[in-house]
Protein backbone atom coordinates (compact mmCIF):
# COMPACT_ATOMS: atom_id res chain seq x y z
CA UNK A 1 0.00 0.00 0.00
CA UNK A 2 1.10 3.28 -0.86
CA UNK A 3 1.99 6.04 2.05
CA UNK A 4 3.82 9.68 2.65
CA UNK A 5 6.45 9.50 4.51
CA UNK A 6 8.09 12.82 5.98
CA UNK A 7 12.04 12.54 5.09
CA UNK A 8 14.42 14.84 6.69
CA UNK A 9 17.79 15.56 5.46
CA UNK A 10 21.33 15.59 7.55
CA UNK A 11 22.23 18.89 8.89
CA UNK A 12 20.14 21.83 9.09
CA UNK A 13 16.44 21.03 9.43
CA UNK A 14 14.93 20.38 6.20
CA UNK A 15 11.99 18.04 5.56
CA UNK A 16 9.81 16.85 2.32
CA UNK A 17 6.98 14.65 1.96
CA UNK A 18 7.18 11.65 -0.61
CA UNK A 19 5.00 9.12 -1.68
CA UNK A 20 7.05 5.42 -0.97
CA UNK A 21 5.10 3.86 -4.20
CA UNK A 22 6.63 0.25 -4.73
CA UNK A 23 9.32 0.59 -1.97
CA UNK A 24 8.61 -0.27 1.43
CA UNK A 25 10.21 1.39 4.16
CA UNK A 26 10.22 2.13 7.92
CA UNK A 27 10.31 4.58 10.15
CA UNK A 28 14.68 5.45 10.66
CA UNK A 29 15.67 4.08 7.25
CA UNK A 30 18.12 5.90 4.97
CA UNK A 31 15.87 6.78 1.57
CA UNK A 32 17.17 8.15 -1.63
CA UNK A 33 15.09 10.67 -3.29
CA UNK A 34 14.53 14.10 -5.83
CA UNK A 35 15.28 17.17 -4.14
CA UNK A 36 15.55 20.50 -5.55
CA UNK A 37 19.28 19.93 -5.06
CA UNK A 38 19.28 16.51 -7.57
CA UNK A 39 19.38 13.54 -5.83
CA UNK A 40 19.68 13.64 -2.01
CA UNK A 41 18.78 11.26 0.43
CA UNK A 42 17.53 11.59 4.14
CA UNK A 43 15.73 9.30 6.76
CA UNK A 44 12.36 8.46 7.30
CA UNK A 45 11.12 10.06 10.05
CA UNK A 46 6.97 10.12 9.96
CA UNK A 47 4.56 7.80 8.32
CA UNK A 48 1.53 9.07 6.71
CA UNK A 49 -1.51 6.61 6.04
CA UNK A 50 -2.48 6.90 1.83
CA UNK A 51 -5.36 8.90 2.50
CA UNK A 52 -3.50 12.06 3.37
CA UNK A 53 -2.74 11.68 -0.51
CA UNK A 54 -5.36 14.16 -1.28
CA UNK A 55 -4.97 16.70 0.98
CA UNK A 56 -0.90 17.02 0.36
CA UNK A 57 0.00 19.46 -2.31
CA UNK A 58 0.99 18.01 -5.88
CA UNK A 59 3.32 16.76 -7.24
CA UNK A 60 4.25 14.51 -4.65
CA UNK A 61 7.49 12.44 -5.76
CA UNK A 62 8.25 8.79 -5.13
CA UNK A 63 11.01 7.10 -3.27
CA UNK A 64 13.47 6.31 -5.56
CA UNK A 65 15.16 3.14 -3.56
CA UNK A 66 16.30 2.56 -0.02
CA UNK A 67 19.79 3.64 0.69
CA UNK A 68 22.56 1.23 -0.43
CA UNK A 69 26.05 1.07 1.28
CA UNK A 70 27.58 2.64 -1.49
CA UNK A 71 25.10 5.66 -1.26
CA UNK A 72 25.61 6.15 2.11
CA UNK A 73 29.64 5.87 1.31
CA UNK A 74 29.01 9.12 -1.27
CA UNK A 75 27.19 10.92 1.38
CA UNK A 76 30.12 11.33 3.95
CA UNK A 77 32.06 12.60 0.98
CA UNK A 78 29.97 14.78 -0.22
CA UNK A 79 29.50 16.08 2.86
CA UNK A 80 33.16 17.26 2.79
CA UNK A 81 33.38 18.54 -0.47
CA UNK A 82 30.21 20.72 0.47
CA UNK A 83 32.16 21.89 3.77
CA UNK A 84 35.39 22.83 1.03
CA UNK A 85 32.46 24.87 -1.62
CA UNK A 86 31.18 26.69 1.38
CA UNK A 87 34.48 27.82 2.40
CA UNK A 88 35.46 28.75 -1.78
CA UNK A 89 32.14 30.31 -2.17
CA UNK A 90 32.88 32.71 0.95
CA UNK A 91 36.28 33.47 -0.26
CA UNK A 92 34.81 34.47 -3.54
CA UNK A 93 31.98 36.42 -2.20
CA UNK A 94 34.50 38.32 -0.14
CA UNK A 95 37.02 38.80 -2.89
CA UNK A 96 34.35 40.39 -5.05
CA UNK A 97 32.73 42.56 -2.14
CA UNK A 98 29.57 40.98 -3.10
CA UNK A 99 26.64 42.33 -0.36
CA UNK A 100 25.54 39.03 0.49
CA UNK A 101 25.97 35.82 3.16
CA UNK A 102 26.33 32.55 2.42
CA UNK A 103 23.49 30.32 4.60
CA UNK A 104 24.16 26.69 3.02
CA UNK A 105 25.60 24.85 0.61
CA UNK A 106 23.71 21.36 -1.01
CA UNK A 107 25.23 19.06 -3.46
CA UNK A 108 23.20 16.13 -5.47
CA UNK A 109 24.17 12.58 -4.40
CA UNK A 110 25.06 12.22 -7.93
CA UNK A 111 27.05 15.20 -8.13
CA UNK A 112 24.89 16.78 -11.21
CA UNK A 113 24.28 19.62 -9.18
CA UNK A 114 25.37 22.40 -6.53
CA UNK A 115 22.94 24.72 -4.25
CA UNK A 116 23.85 27.70 -2.68
CA UNK A 117 21.53 29.47 -0.28
CA UNK A 118 22.32 32.97 0.51
CA UNK A 119 20.46 36.24 2.41
CA UNK A 120 20.81 39.91 0.86
CA UNK A 121 18.79 43.24 1.63
CA UNK A 122 17.92 43.76 -2.27
CA UNK A 123 19.02 42.01 -5.52
CA UNK A 124 22.80 41.08 -6.18
CA UNK A 125 24.32 40.13 -9.30
CA UNK A 126 26.32 37.06 -8.64
CA UNK A 127 26.36 35.78 -12.63
CA UNK A 128 30.54 36.63 -11.99
CA UNK A 129 29.96 34.55 -8.74
CA UNK A 130 28.61 31.29 -10.61
CA UNK A 131 31.25 31.21 -13.01
CA UNK A 132 33.82 30.77 -9.92
CA UNK A 133 31.89 28.32 -8.88
CA UNK A 134 31.30 26.13 -12.35
CA UNK A 135 34.85 26.93 -12.85
CA UNK A 136 35.90 25.27 -9.27
CA UNK A 137 33.19 22.43 -8.62
CA UNK A 138 32.88 21.34 -12.23
CA UNK A 139 29.09 21.33 -11.90
CA UNK A 140 25.43 22.53 -12.66
CA UNK A 141 25.15 25.61 -9.82
CA UNK A 142 22.13 27.42 -8.99
CA UNK A 143 22.10 29.98 -6.42
CA UNK A 144 19.06 31.23 -4.51
CA UNK A 145 18.24 34.04 -2.08
CA UNK A 146 16.10 33.31 0.60
CA UNK A 147 14.57 35.32 3.36
CA UNK A 148 15.73 35.82 7.03
CA UNK A 149 13.24 33.43 8.44
CA UNK A 150 14.52 30.79 6.47
CA UNK A 151 18.08 31.38 7.61
CA UNK A 152 17.28 30.97 11.00
CA UNK A 153 15.46 27.50 10.51
CA UNK A 154 18.84 26.64 8.47
CA UNK A 155 21.29 27.92 11.02
CA UNK A 156 19.03 27.38 14.22
CA UNK A 157 19.43 29.08 17.94
CA UNK A 158 18.31 28.71 21.42
CA UNK A 159 15.35 30.65 21.44
CA UNK A 160 14.07 32.71 24.55
CA UNK A 161 12.60 29.85 26.01
CA UNK A 162 15.68 27.94 26.09
CA UNK A 163 15.20 25.12 23.55
CA UNK A 164 16.24 25.26 19.84
CA UNK A 165 13.63 27.63 17.81
CA UNK A 166 10.74 25.81 16.73
CA UNK A 167 11.43 26.25 12.34
CA UNK A 168 14.92 24.01 13.02
CA UNK A 169 13.22 21.56 15.40
CA UNK A 170 10.25 20.65 13.68
CA UNK A 171 7.98 23.41 11.65
CA UNK A 172 7.76 21.68 7.93
CA UNK A 173 6.35 25.26 7.13
CA UNK A 174 5.82 29.01 8.50
CA UNK A 175 2.47 29.93 9.24
CA UNK A 176 1.79 34.26 8.92
CA UNK A 177 1.91 35.73 12.50
CA UNK A 178 0.28 39.34 12.91
CA UNK A 179 0.85 41.63 16.21
CA UNK A 180 -2.99 40.91 16.81
CA UNK A 181 -2.08 37.45 18.02
CA UNK A 182 -0.42 39.01 20.66
CA UNK A 183 -2.58 42.22 21.73
CA UNK A 184 -5.74 38.67 21.75
CA UNK A 185 -2.91 37.00 23.92
CA UNK A 186 -2.58 40.46 26.42
CA UNK A 187 1.20 40.11 25.59
CA UNK A 188 3.35 43.23 26.05
CA UNK A 189 3.95 44.86 22.98
CA UNK A 190 7.97 44.64 23.58
CA UNK A 191 9.56 44.45 19.95
CA UNK A 192 12.01 42.59 21.71
CA UNK A 193 10.67 39.93 23.45
CA UNK A 194 7.83 39.17 20.75
CA UNK A 195 10.69 38.90 18.07
CA UNK A 196 12.57 35.51 17.12
CA UNK A 197 16.49 35.78 16.17
CA UNK A 198 15.44 36.49 13.13
CA UNK A 199 14.23 39.83 13.97
CA UNK A 200 9.82 38.43 12.62
CA UNK A 201 7.43 37.80 15.17
CA UNK A 202 7.75 34.65 17.11
CA UNK A 203 5.99 31.34 14.98
CA UNK A 204 4.80 30.14 18.72
CA UNK A 205 2.88 33.68 18.90
CA UNK A 206 0.43 31.52 16.73
CA UNK A 207 0.37 28.05 18.65
CA UNK A 208 -2.61 29.36 21.43
CA UNK A 209 -4.07 32.05 19.38
CA UNK A 210 -7.34 30.35 18.59
CA UNK A 211 -7.78 29.13 22.83
CA UNK A 212 -7.57 32.60 22.71
CA UNK A 213 -9.49 34.26 20.46
CA UNK A 214 -12.32 32.16 21.72
Not at 118 to 130: N, P
Not at 165 to 173: E, K, Q, S
Not at 190 to 212: D, F, Q, T, V, W
Amino acid sequence: MTHVVRVEFAGPARAQYYTTGETRVRLGDMVVVETEWGVGMGRVATALPAATIERMKPPLHPILRKATPTDLSRRATLTQRERDARAFCRERIQARSLPMKLTEVRIGLDSSKAMFYFTAEGRVDFRDLVKDLVQHLRTRVELRQIGVRDEAKVLGCAGACGRPVCCHAFLAAFTPVSIRMAKDQNLALNPGKLSGICGRLKCCLAYEHCLYAD
